[in-house]
């Protein structure tokens, strides 16, 4: 059996960086966190303002300018916890994002072998309500999108090109059936390759009946859930806490994400006085 004592991501022969490791081990454990599962957020990892804007704006610095390099997008990103929260920070730097935007919309459908006859109830469902349907791993029915911005892969496509569940890139060219990107993660980086549009179904827990989404299988990736970021290192990371943490070890593997100490900065639910988020943390499975 292995165990994590040193956090190879950090130069721990920094005094910072090393209390900021032995903090996010103390973290796992479960330590610093009161029998409600709140966990106070040390200052020096405060952003600014307790506010979105605030938290857009520090990890994205500049972002109004055009021709930003892939570097700057591989080096930052913000999390959170929950998809909707993800949804409107991508919609919120989209719009302060130079370039023209198109919108791509998918096709869905119920497919035929679902269906029992003419009077199937499923058939009631109408076109605009599976549109409004929004799950992890899905892709929207309405992908906004601008030359330049940074997006996610949600399933995997071509391994060996480096299309994978979870590469990043920034897209370089838009079609109506293939969209062109530059991977900026992984052992690819730096390689243009083509997505196509994929047909993409929901798990029988995410939604109770099947259906089909025919659509590009991106996100833009302003932000992504903290359960995506995972085995992913970034040197500047935003972590939207305004929605907390709510299950085993989410926000360790938020805090475990960033490669150097004074580039991470958070916010919190507003209501609370004190800057403290939630560490859920079950004692009984840790080994």
Known sequence: MLHLHQNMCLD?????????????LDVDKGMHTDNESNILLPNPYHC??????SLIETTYPRITRPNLSAEYFAERTILCCLNK??????HKVLQEFSRQSQVFYST???PTSELSGE???LLNYPIEYLNEINCTGMPLANLEVKIGCPIIVLKNLDA???LCNGSRGILTRCRNRVLEVELITGSHAGQKVFIPRTSNMPTEDQVAFKFNRRQFPIWVCFAMTIN???GQSVKHVGLNLIAPAFTHGQFYVAI?????VPNIKMIWVEKEREAKSKNIVYREVLL
């Open 228 to 230: 995506k970021s995972q």
């Open 12 to 24: 721990t022969a920094i005094e910072a960086e090393k209390d900021f490791a032995k903090w996010q």
């Open 256 to 260: 475990l994400r960033v490669t150097s």
């Open 160 to 162: 060996a090109y480096g």
């Open 48 to 53: 600014r303002e307790n506010t979105v804007a």
């Open 119 to 121: 009077d199937d109830p």
């Open 108 to 110: 869905d459908s119920i």
């Open 85 to 90: 929260n993800v949804d409107t920070i991508n």
